[in-house]
T-cell receptor, first 113, second 114 residues
Framework: NAGVTQTPKFQVLKTGQSMTLQCAQDMNHEYMSWYRQDPGMGLRLIHYSVGAGITDQGEVPNGYNVSRSTTEDFPLRLLSAAPSQTSVYFC????????????FGPGTRLTVL | AQSVTQLGSHVSVSEGALVLLRCNYSSSVPPYLFWYVQYPNQGLQLLLKYTTGATLVKGINGFEAEFKKSETSFHLTKPSAHMSDAAEYFCAVIPNTGGFKTIFGAGTRLFVKA
């Protein structure tokens, strides 16, 4: 199993550009989520999904869109990049039954100039 | 709302010394409890978790944590620190009320001195 994969590993954007961060998992997990990690702020939930066709907002959703057309894939779209979106982005997945840990991807380091 | 507090954003120990990283949660109903570790430039990985049963939980790399309901705590310990333990550690909970979203603490960076 590859686990959770993310692409790209690094990305530099100019303000106003759009892009999609890719995330895929091969563990048949229902729950998938996107976090951003900023120094001193831990992990903040952006969006999450409990299955194909079902998504919901986390605590910092503004400026981001998601979709879940398959169980495996959960892309994160930046609509119009801003310098405040400079961060490290992690995708994670888990089973939805209580007490199950999340499996994390290796992250995408995004810089917005 | 449920919250997780990790005492100390940075902890420094000498190699061979005891590691103690503190975590407290706010909930009247004990949640599911987790410790994750993040090595530089990597994603998080599970160290250990408590869901039910024995309150002393053993994880990977010699770490263990004890769930204390009366103190609403889940502190992480390791008897003897190794240089390879230098990393960031996150305490996390999932409310035991039918939910599945993980709530993370702010993290504690562990430094190990030679």
């Amino acid at each position: 199993n590859a686990g959770v994969t993310q692409t790209p590993k690094f990305q530099v954007l100019k303000t106003g550009q759009s892009m999609t961060l890719q995330c895929a998992q091969d563990m048949n997990h229902e729950y998938m989520s996107w976090y951003r990690q900023d120094p001193g702020m831990g992990l903040r939930l952006i969006h999450y999904s409990v299955g194909a066709g079902i998504t919901d907002q986390g605590e910092v959703p503004n400026g981001y869109n998601v979709s879940r057309s398959t169980t495996e894939d959960f892309p994160l779209r930046l609509l119009s990049a801003a310098p405040s979106q400079t961060s490290v982005y992690f995708c994670a997945s888990s089973l939805t039954r209580g007490g199950n840990e999340q499996f994390f991807g290796p992250g995408t380091r995004l810089t917005v100039l | 709302a449920q919250s997780v507090t990790q005492l100390g954003s940075h902890v420094s120990v000498s190699e061979g010394a005891l590691v103690l990283l503190r975590c407290n949660y706010s909930s009247s109903v004990p949640p599911y409890l987790f410790w994750y570790v993040q090595y530089p430039n990597q994603g998080l990985q599970l160290l250990l978790k408590y869901t039910t049963g024995a309150t002393l939980v053993k994880g990977i790399n010699g770490f263990e944590a004890e769930f204390k309901k009366s103190e609403t705590s889940f502190h992480l310990t390791k008897p003897s620190a190794h240089m390879s333990d230098a990393a960031e550690y996150f305490c996390a909970v999932i409310p035991n009320t039918g939910g599945f979203k993980t709530i993370f603490g702010a993290g504690t960076r562990l430094f190990v001195k030679a």
